[in-house]
DNA sequence: CAGTATCCCAAGCGATACTG
DNA sequence: CAGTATCGCTTGGGATACTG
């Protein structure tokens, strides 16, 4: 890719028209990112969410409803034979549109801060074939990235 | 993608050997992310850097030693003409490697943060093709999200 | 179990001033 | 311009206790 600090470059254009900017606003923090996560996995329940990575509860809980505010979680309730409603917090449309971000992010965590090889992936459900997050262009060939740039596409 | 909070899920595994939960701890930031896209959008220099985002100088200074510590940012000088040596910030082979995560978080942010239309996204220099993120098998095949899961990849 | 409320305290934000 | 140093002050993290 080719967007170094040289003659042609993005103009530079402010982070609140810029989609990767906002949602650093909305993602950036550690404790939103570990819940989506739980989430994304299929960990609905909030002792089960708290118990796996430590979260005090208060911290969970508030950020669980700024989520639900932002529309990436929703609250939906289930009912545990023969006891009282209970809430399960599940990624929203929103949300589960975060995929291909999460899968890029385990890719590349797989490979750069795992220390062994990579205990979880993408597979085909059929084949069970690997798969790897990639360019691809309107016909889903795959692109390098070698040969793509940024560019003005809001026309 | 199925992987519902139903009969066959994931086993839980800890956030210690999960390359998302790592990606979140060293990501999960604000100030992180702002950051690393200004260099994404080849940015390279401090006060090029604080003005566009806005961050206090001391924050971005911290960020910037944290960055480079975690090897996710190289500090490279150069010298404007005439003048003294200077240093230019720019995304390690490890941060380069984020590029993937943050084409899709681009296009997650345009998708759904954004009330217009993407200012930017990715395009095959050649053709000027618009391109997207997707899965992709052995072949650079794409493959449809909704046939995958995430299954155990260690072997 | 599934949360909310309270509270204390440290982290770190961000303004300002200073150095090369 | 390119940072580091200092610092007051707030935010919010996290422990504990409480409610349904």
Redesign the interface.
């Known amino acids: 890719?080719?967007?170094?600090?040289?003659s042609e470059?993005?103009p530079?254009?402010?982070?609140d028209?810029?989609?990767?900017?906002?949602?650093?606003?909305?993602?950036?923090?550690?404790?939103?990112?570990?819940i989506l996560?739980q989430l994304?996995?299929?960990?609905?329940?909030f002792e089960d969410i708290r118990a796996?990575?430590g979260i005090p509860k208060s911290v969970l809980s508030t950020r669980l409803a700024d989520l639900v505010a932002a529309d990436l979680v929703v609250k939906r309730p289930y009912k545990p034979d023969g006891g009282r409603t209970r809430w399960?917090y599940?990624l929203s449309k929103?949300g589960v549109?975060?995929?291909?971000?999460?899968?890029?992010?385990?890719?590349?965590?797989?490979?750069?801060?795992?220390g062994f090889?990579?205990?979880?992936?993408?597979?085909?459900?059929?084949s069970?074939?690997?798969?790897?997050?990639?360019?691809?262009?309107?016909d889903?060939?795959?692109?390098a990235?070698q040969?793509?740039?940024?560019?003005?596409?809001?026309k």
Chains 1, 2 share one sequence.
Do not use: Q
């Not at 994304?40 to 329940?45: I, P, S, T």
């Not at 069970?128 to 309107?138: F, G, T, Y």
């Open positions: 890719m080719s967007n170094s600090a040289d470059r993005l530079r254009f402010p982070p028209r810029c989609g990767l900017a906002l949602a650093a606003g909305v993602l950036g923090d550690k404790w939103v990112l570990m996560r994304f996995y299929g960990v609905a329940r796996d990575i399960e599940h929103k549109d975060l995929a291909m971000s999460f899968l890029a992010l385990l890719e590349w965590g797989n490979r750069n801060l795992l090889s990579p205990p979880i992936g993408p597979v085909e459900t059929a069970r074939r690997r798969l790897r997050v990639a360019l691809v262009d309107e889903g060939k795959e692109v990235l040969s793509i740039r940024l560019a003005d596409v809001s």
